[in-house]
C-alpha cells in the first residue's frame, strides 16, 4: 500500500523520476520532488494538522492510482510550487473545496501517522459527488481539473464553486474552452485571465500563427441562417473572438507585425464584423475598438521598417577587428558608413585615423577596401562576415596582441573613471537592451532551434553583451602589464559588479563576477594577494550569486528580493525554460500537454515583470567620451589561447 501512496504522488507530478519510470518501484531507483523545498517562515503548511490531511487525501487517492490503465484523474499541480512539506497546499485546497471528506485530525506525529494508517488499513471515505471525469467519451475533448476559488470558512455554510483549468487537449478544443470562460466584462477572475495569457505566449510552440487564425475564424459564427433564439449565443461568440484578438494584438504589440496570414486574417475578419453590425449592433462598439487596432497596425506598418530589412530603425551590435586575436564590440546605427567606425576605432585604440583603413571580409574569404562612406549595412552591400581595421600602409591587420610590445606602454585608462559612473553607463546600456526584449522572443529562441531568424534579434544582442562583458573584464585584466595597476583593476571591477548589484543590474553583476573567476584571471595569485582584505571579503559575497549549488538558490534569493524594474542574468533563464521544454513532451497522447505550457509562460512573464515600473529608471551620470569609450565601445580578445599567453607572461608558472 506505501508503495502506492508513492505511485499517486508519481502520477501527479508531486514526484518525479530520474530514471523516468511511469510506475513507482521500491528498488534502487532515483526520485526527486518538483521543486525545492518551501523555507517560507510562515508556511502553514508545515503544520502537523496540515500535513496529516494531506496524507490521508493522498490515502484517498490510492484506488485511482492506474491512471494510465484505466479511468484519469487528473490534476493541474504543475502550476503550484510543489515539494513534501508545503507542496501539498493544492491537494489541501482540493479537500477543502469538497472533493472528499477527511477524518478529524488525530494529535499524531509524522511518522506516528504513517504508522497508524498502515495499522487501521487505510480506510477511505470518499465524497459521492464527485466523480472522474470520462476521457474516453470526449475523445479530444481538454482534461479538466478542479480548481477551488476562494476558501470556506467552518461554520459557515458557505459553497465553494469550483473551476476548471485546461490540463490536456487539442488546439481547437483548447481554444473552444477559453472562448467558452472568456468573460467581457471587468469580472473576469484571475484564474481565466492566466489562461488566457498561458494561451497567447505559448501557442507558437503547438501550432502556426496561420492555424490560429483559421481557427479563430472558425470560433467565429458566420452562418446567416442563425434562429433568434441562438442569435443572443453567436453575437457573445463573436464579442469574445473579436476580444481574445484585441488580447492577442495588445500582448505582441509588433512582434508578428510582418506576417502575412495575420494580415489577410485582420482584413477577413474586419469584413465580417462589418457584415454583422447591421443584424447586431452592440457590436458597434466592438468594431469601433477593432478600427483602432487596425489603424495603429496600419501606422506601424507604413511608419516603421519591417525586422527582416536590413536598413532598421534600431542599433545593431558591430564587431571591428584590430587584431588576429581581438576587436572592437560597439552599437552604431545601422546607417553607419566606414568613415565613422574608423573614427571610433582610431579614439579607442589611439591610433591615427589616415594611417588605418576599414577592409570587409566576406564569408568565402575575399576582402574589399571599403570608402569612407561606404555603408556598412547597405542593400547594395552584403553585410560582411568580418569588419577589419588595418593599417593603409602594410594593407595587413594589426599583429597578435602578444606580439605587440607597445601594449605595455599604454595608460589604463579605466582606473581614471570613477566606478559609479561606469556601473551606470553598464546599467543603462543593458537596460536598452533588455526593454527592447519581447516575451515571445524567448519561445522563439528555446523552441525554433535557429539563431537570428529575426524574431530574436534583441535577445541576441543582449545575450553577446553578457559574454562580451565577461570577456572584457578578463581583457582589461591580462593586458595591464603593471602589478599595481592590476591590483587597482581588481579593485575597480569589484567595486563596479557591486554598484551594478546596486542598481538592480543582476545581467552584467553577474558577468563581472565570471570574468573575474575565469582561469586566466584567477590564476594570478600575486595580483589578487595584494588585494585588500575589505575587496576580497566584498568579492566573495558577490561571488555567491554564481554559486550553481541547489540549482543557483543564492542568484535566485537575491533576485526575488530585487524589486522592478530589474535586468535579470539571461542565460539563466533561457536555461530555465530549455530545462521545463526537454523535460516535458509537448504532446501526451495526441493531445497539448498544457501544463507544459503553463510552466513556461510563467517563467516567460518574468521578463514582464522585471520591465515593470520603469518610471525614473534612466540613471544618470558623468557620460563622457572617457565613460562612453570604455564601456560603450568595449575592446575583447576573444581567443582563450591568447588569454591564457598573457596571464603566464604577467606570472609565469612556477
Not at 116 to 138: C, E, I, T, V
Not at 164 to 191: C, F, M, N, W
Not at 355 to 381: C, F, W
Not at 456 to 465: G, I, K
Amino acid at each position: 500500500m506505501a508503495s502506492r501512496v508513492w505511485q499517486v504522488l508519481l502520477e501527479l507530478g508531486i514526484l518525479h523520476s530520474v530514471d523516468q519510470r511511469l510506475v513507482f518501484e521500491d528498488s534502487n531507483t532515483y526520485y526527486q520532488f518538483s521543486f525545492e523545498e518551501c523555507d517560507a517562515q510562515g508556511c502553514e503548511f508545515r503544520s502537523e494538522e496540515e500535513w496529516q490531511n494531506g496524507v490521508r487525501l493522498l490515502l484517498q487517492l490510492v484506488p485511482y492510482v492506474q491512471f494510465r490503465h484505466g479511468c484519469v484523474f487528473s490534476v493541474s499541480l504543475a502550476v503550484t510550487v510543489m515539494s513534501w512539506d508545503c507542496g501539498l497546499k493544492y491537494l489541501f485546497s482540493l479537500q477543502q473545496a469538497g472533493v472528499c471528506g477527511l477524518r478529524a485530525p488525530d494529535d499524531l506525529s509524522r511518522m506516528e501517522m504513517v504508522q497508524r494508517l498502515a495499522k487501521d488499513g487505510y480506510r477511505f471515505l470518499q465524497n459521492q459527488n464527485y466523480r472522474l471525469p470520462d476521457r474516453s467519451a470526449q475523445v479530444g475533448q481538454p482534461s479538466l481539473a478542479p480548481e477551488p476559488v476562494g476558501m470556506a470558512t467552518a461554520g459557515q455554510g458557505s459553497h465553494e464553486e469550483v473551476r476548471y483549468v485546461v490540463v490536456s487537449g487539442t488546439p481547437q478544443k483548447i481554444l473552444e474552452h477559453l472562448l467558452s470562460d472568456l468573460r467581457l466584462d471587468e469580472q473576469q477572475g484571475a484564474t481565466e485571465k492566466m489562461l488566457l495569457d498561458d494561451f497567447l505566449l505559448t501557442y507558437l510552440v503547438f501550432m502556426s500563427t496561420s492555424e490560429l487564425c483559421q481557427a479563430l475564424l472558425g470560433q467565429y459564427p458566420s452562418d446567416r441562417s442563425i434562429t433568434s433564439s441562438r442569435g443572443k449565443e453567436a453575437l457573445f461568440r463573436k464579442r469574445k473572438v473579436l476580444h481574445l484578438v484585441s488580447q492577442w494584438s495588445t500582448l505582441y504589440k509588433d512582434f508578428l507585425r510582418e506576417e502575412e496570414n495575420l494580415k489577410t486574417f485582420m482584413k477577413t475578419l474586419y469584413r465580417y464584423v462589418l457584415e454583422d453590425v447591421y443584424e447586431f449592433p452592440t457590436l458597434e462598439k466592438d468594431l469601433k475598438e477593432f478600427q483602432k487596432l487596425l489603424r495603429r497596425r496600419h501606422l506601424k506598418e507604413n511608419c516603421v521598417p519591417l525586422r527582416a530589412s536590413p536598413v532598421e530603425s534600431k542599433d545593431v551590435m558591430c564587431r571591428v577587428y584590430v587584431s588576429c586575436d581581438s576587436y572592437l564590440s560597439m552599437r552604431v546605427k545601422p546607417a553607419v558608413v566606414a568613415q565613422e567606425l574608423l573614427h571610433i576605432v582610431s579614439q579607442r585604440m589611439e591610433r591615427s585615423e589616415d594611417d588605418m583603413m576599414l577592409v570587409a571580409q566576406t564569408y568565402n574569404g575575399e576582402k574589399r577596401v571599403l570608402q569612407p562612406h561606404d555603408s556598412i549595412y547597405s542593400e547594395s552591400l552584403t553585410a560582411p562576415s568580418r569588419l577589419i581595421a588595418c593599417r593603409r600602409d602594410l594593407s595587413e591587420i594589426l599583429p597578435p596582441l602578444t606580439e605587440c610590445p607597445e601594449l605595455g606602454q599604454k595608460p589604463v585608462r579605466l582606473l581614471g573613471i570613477n566606478t559609479w559612473d561606469v556601473a551606470v553607463a553598464l546599467t543603462n546600456f543593458d537596460w536598452n537592451l533588455f526593454n527592447s526584449i519581447h516575451e515571445q522572443e524567448l519561445i522563439f529562441y528555446t523552441f525554433s532551434g535557429q539563431a537570428s531568424s529575426g524574431h530574436t534579434v534583441a535577445l541576441e544582442f543582449l545575450l553577446q553583451r553578457c559574454n562580451e562583458v565577461q570577456q572584457w573584464v578578463m581583457s582589461e585584466v591580462l593586458l595591464c602589464p603593471s602589478l599595481s595597476k592590476r591590483v587597482q583593476l581588481l579593485k575597480k571591477f569589484i567595486k563596479i559588479a557591486a554598484h551594478c548589484k546596486a542598481h538592480r543590474n543582476l545581467n552584467s553583476s553577474f558577468a563581472i563576477i565570471m570574468g573575474l573567476n575565469t582561469a586566466a584571471v584567477s590564476r594570478l595569485n600575486q595580483t589578487w594577494e595584494k588585494v585588500p582584505g575589505k575587496f576580497k571579503k566584498l568579492f566573495s559575497e558577490l561571488e555567491l550569486l554564481t554559486d550553481p549549488s541547489m540549482n543557483h538558490k543564492a542568484y535566485r534569493d537575491a533576485f526575488k528580493k530585487t524589486k522592478p524594474p530589474k535586468i535579470p542574468f539571461m542565460p539563466l533563464l533561457l536555461k530555465d525554460i530549455t530545462f521545463i521544454h526537454e523535460g516535458n513532451k509537448t504532446f501526451q497522447d495526441n493531445l497539448v500537454n498544457f501544463e507544459k505550457l503553463h510552466m513556461i509562460a510563467d517563467t516567460v512573464r518574468l521578463i514582464r515583470h522585471c520591465q515593470t515600473d520603469q518610471t525614473g529608471n534612466e540613471l544618470s551620470a558623468c557620460d563622457g567620451p572617457e565613460v562612453r569609450s570604455s564601456v560603450h565601445y568595449l575592446h575583447i580578445i576573444d581567443n582563450q589561447q591568447t588569454l591564457f599567453q598573457l596571464s603566464h607572461r604577467l606570472e609565469p608558472r612556477v
